[in-house]
């Protein structure tokens, strides 16, 4: 992931101050944790005031939870709001939708290492390939149970279980061209 | 002569009186009188024997009030009642059970019609002369009425010898009848109603003696029947004609002849033999089932086979799916012809043909249905269904309506059709009221059939709307109207409101120009410089219109201005916008060979202007002279030149039909035309895709409104249940996309109004 400049800056401010390494994993779980709500930014008092209601107040501390928090990830429910969270975190200021390319590149990072029998890469494509459009928080969301639920061939995919669009769009493109 | 004064006995052993003795010869002295007179073959009787009778009665009066023989123990009643009852037992078994066993066949029918004939009469003036019993002795619960009793001695002395026979004679001779020959039916009933009067006061004995075996019995001849005319050569043609005179045929026996609670499972055995295994096959048969009656229009035929078949469960249903088939078809023809542009009548434009047939055919089947289905619902119901399919195609079934256009082959819907169908009507100067009025309610009917109806809505407003701009006379507004009515009555005044609306801008016209004309006489300013007639259309119920930047000339706006002027005096805080592509005008000029009056719209009038300043006009400099866009001097500058009626002319004299902005016109002084006033037409735009468009965007907002409306008052709701709920409050207006309803969801969700539950993705919830 890419940090926008005043997030970085404080980052590093922040890190030199505190003489931690923070990978850009971690730092995800601490703005998720903190429910920070600007894309990669984490301001000051944010930060202040999330370690506060958090109980953190020393750098071991800091360390020690975030490999807690880390450990959580193995969880899928915990995973599951993590990745939801992502979707405000990767999203261009201001904007309500990520682009196509953006998402890919974060499912790439996020999803696929999670999830190996799912054709992510089909799913990609359609997205870049076919779909092209913007993806909404809604569908975002909704691809985690996507992936986790549905087979590998598509075959139990239920057009009248409320999917987004955007899904029957991707069972209907695959089938029609074969790929599964 | 008793031993004790106490309480006797009563018993065998205890003897009546010879007082008793001497009057009992009486009574078997009448009783013998009255066979001999019966057997002598009377029916009434005379005088004489009913003196006799009466006497009887008196002695047995006489004997049972006398209480002699409760002081001897002696129950004068019960005496009196068993020696009666022996007197009939003994004559049964000595004369007439002989007689009985011996015969068989007929005859056997014959002698039995007799025997119960006669002991018909036996029980009636036995009873008579024995009436004094019935009147008290009888009346004990344990003690049988004489009659009954006397039914009884001949149930055991004769009826239970006999009724094998019987049996077996009485459907031999239903039997022969229904091979064809005749029999004796008086003598055949008398023996079937001796079935049913042996079970005394209950159908009992008949039911089970006779009714059990005929039933059967008929199953097995019809069975045989049934199968005898299949095989037969052409049997499958008469098979229906058949069964019906078979199942009239024994309708009538069973009237004349059984008892009336046989009929009913009797003709059912006939429905369950001959209709219930076939009627699949007689439905189906290529030239004389349903569908071949339906094609050839065989109305008598279709009417035979719904008699019988309603006779059986479910019958109808097989027939009215290959009705609803059948039609479906018939329909799809219609719109192929349609497709593919087959010549309808000479003149008549393609949707008003289509529209016809598609009406004419819908007549067809209200005939059919009242003249030989009687009217049953299962049919009208079959037409709708089949109706539905042919009239609202999907874009890709191979029967939708298609149009030639510039493009190659566009999509029609029959909301399309059918409006611009009802316009013509409308504009058609009809006969009568009542004719007009006829037609514009089959064709609501046909509307109701339609499912894209906000569609209809869309191409009615738009026509009329045009039609209330171009003709203003009461005939027509009543005729709006009263069309307007037929569709509130159908829809709702949701769906009417904004044609009402439309409707009373237009009345009010008059009313405003009146007022008008009125300001500017009273305010002296001067007089118009042209004949002016201004339409205020209120914005909300008219059709949207593009406003346009016409920069109109001098004469046009010092009227326009006046005009504004009022409207603004007269009313607050209202905005007023031209829309010239909406006016018309008159224009005159004096042609070489003579002045005309030419009918024009307000494009086309301000172009024939712009002839005034400059004999020849350059098509650059009309655009923007009029400040009008290209594409519309284009089409306008067309319609003069190109038309029928050509006033203007190329500059360069060259035989082409285009128009470039750097082309000259010019008067066409030579133009002649017999009329001296006639219409130019005007080049209208293809307006299909807009009101399309335009409405797709309507409902995406009714979608919307309905999802939010559903979601507010239920607050959570699945998926599934949302759909459902959804699709049910709109079907009546249109019946909307399942993927188009999804995405407007994902719109909700996206704008806050909804979420998805978190831990069930199916379920939606509101958003305050």
Redesign the interface.
Known sequence: MQGKLSGEEHKKKKKKDLAISIDDDSLLLVACRIQASEPFKLGRSEFINGMKSLGIDSVKKLKAEISKWKSALTDKRHFKYFYWFAFDWTREENA?VIQAESAVESWNVMLAPRCKSFPLALWNEYVTTVHKKAI????W??LF?FIFSIAPDLSNYN????W??LM?EFVEWAKKEKRV | MFPNKTKAKKGADTKPPETFEKEWQKMEDSFNELLTFIEGGMLTPDPGHYKRSMGAYAVVYNICTKHEGAKMGVNFAAELYKRAKSLVEKHLEEKVTKQVIQKTGDALLQEVHKEWRTHALIVKWTRFMFKYLDDYYTKSPIIDTLTIMMLKCFHSAVFDKIKDNLRHVILANIESERDGNTINKEVLRSAIWLFIDMGMNTCDVYDEELEKVLIKQTKQYYKKESVKWMAEEGGQHTYLKRAEARINEESRRADSILAPTTKGPLLKALDDELLAPHIETCLKCPDAGCEALLQSERNEGLGRMFRLFSRVEGGLDQMAGIVKDHIEKEGKLLNSKFSTGSAGESGEAASTTYIKSCLTLHDKYTVLFEESLSKHEVFTKARKAAFEVFINPQQSDSWALKQKSKDGMEIVTTSELLSTYIDSIIKKEMESEEQLDAILEKSVTLFTYIHDKDLFQQFYMKQMSRRLMHNKNQRLLDQERSQIGKLKMKMGSAFTSKLEGMLADQSHADDHNRRFKQHLTSNQEAKLPIDFTPMVLTTGFWPAFKHDQLVPPEEMKICLEQYEKYYAKATQSRKLTWIHSLGHATVSKKFAKGPRDMSVTTYQACVLVLFNATGSVLVKEAQETLSLPFEEIKRTIHSLAYGKYPVIKRADGAKVKQVKETDQFVINEEFHTNSRKFKIPAVVKQERESITDTNQEQRRHVIEACIVRIMKSRRTL???DL?TETIKQLSHLFSPD??II??R??DL??RQYLE?DEQN??Q?RYLA
């Open positions: 309500r909404s928080k809604d569908a969301k909704s149970d057009e009248d279980e409320g987004p669009v029957d | 699945s998926h599934n759909v399942m993927r999804k995405k969801i994902e969700i996206q998805r993705r199916n939606y």
